[in-house]
């Protein structure tokens, strides 16, 4: 297909829309377990009026938390030794079922990061990877119905130097490491 582009038209907004602009090489995403990460928390948390990059975080306020607190459906819920490496090996199961590209995941107490290249939308990706982790959860804990929370933090990696920095922080700066995965190589 040829283009024509007649003289008034700035080139660079072209480039920006079809060529600059280059896909990202990964994303960074990180979900808590239920109850763990509360609006009003000393914990960054952002409101649907003020989640876009680089809008500021809300500042802590204890009384939102309180309410928070109040309106759970559930206790919170931890992840002990076991959990972990169940949710370890579903993700890592879940991401070769669906043939993405993951780079590493860390499963924490109280939520896990994992690095990843996939083809469905974010979100997307993030309910599978929770549907997933949930699935096996509920075979030691039935009676649970809610193991994460609704919402998760997504930063998307556009080059090597943020994937490295990623990798760094999901790997090596979590504290004590505990089920963790990593692949051997870098895009």
Known sequence: MHIVLDQRTDHRDLELCFGAMSEAIGVLLTFPTYGTHLHGADTS????????????????????????????????????????????????????????HLFCVHIRTNHLHA?????????RA?????????????????????????????????????????LGYVMNQQGSRMESWMCGSMP
């Not at 975080?57 to 959990?83: I, K, V």
């Not at 972990?84 to 879940?94: F, H, P």
């Not at 690095?115 to 979100?123: C, E, F, N």
């Open 126 to 166: 993030v309910t599978y990877m929770k549907a997933r982790a949930t699935f096996v959860l509920k075979t030691y804990h039935p009676n649970r119905q809610r193991f994460w929370t609704k919402h998760g933090s997504t930063r998307y990696l556009w080059n090597r130097a943020s994937m490295a920095a990623a």
């Open 45 to 100: 948390s952002v409101s649907r009026n003020h989640r876009n990059w680089g809008s500021p975080t809300l500042p802590s306020n204890p009384a939102w938390q309180d309410q928070a607190r109040r309106l759970m459906a559930e206790p919170e819920f931890m992840l002990g030794a076991h959990d972990r490496k169940l949710v370890l090996t579903s993700i890592i199961d879940a991401c070769s079922y669906r043939a993405w």
């Open 115 to 123: 690095v990843l290249k996939t083809d469905l939308p974010v979100d």
